[in-house]
């Protein structure tokens, strides 16, 4: 079975920053693109960065700037770099893939159980 097991969350003062990670384990052929999402209490879940097989990027406007994706292909792990975090960033943080499994011919997503980030004084 996949698993994405996400890590790096907690409390953390307004300005500070943290970084994510988020490893995919178990018969995985491949990985096209990866990514992370957020849902904050009474909201939906959105988009935060995303980076595909090739290393190509993509944010959420509201991240721009503070936020750096990056993954290592050769461990199935993707991170997130968070940088002056802000109250509104308060979130569960959630990892996905894409991923090719063994015995497989097409792709599925898969969704870690996802990491509390808290931005609090």
């Known amino acids: 079975q996949v698993q994405l097991v996400e890590s790096g969350g907690g409390l953390v003062q307004p300005g500070g920053s943290l970084r994510l990670s988020c490893a995919a384990s178990g018969p995985i052929f491949s990985i096209s693109s990866m990514g992370w999402y957020r849902q904050a209490p009474a909201k939906e879940r959105e988009l935060v960065a995303s980076?595909?097989?090739?290393?190509?990027?993509n944010y959420a406007d509201s991240v721009k700037g503070r936020c750096t994706i990056s993954r290592d292909s050769a461990k199935n792990t993707v991170y997130l770099q968070m940088n002056n975090l802000t109250p509104k960033d308060t979130a569960v943080y959630y990892c996905t893939a894409d991923v090719l499994a063994m015995g497989r011919t097409w792709f599925n997503d898969y969704w870690g159980r996802g990491t509390q980030v808290t931005v609090s004084p």
């Open positions: 980076i595909t097989k090739d290393g190509t990027t």
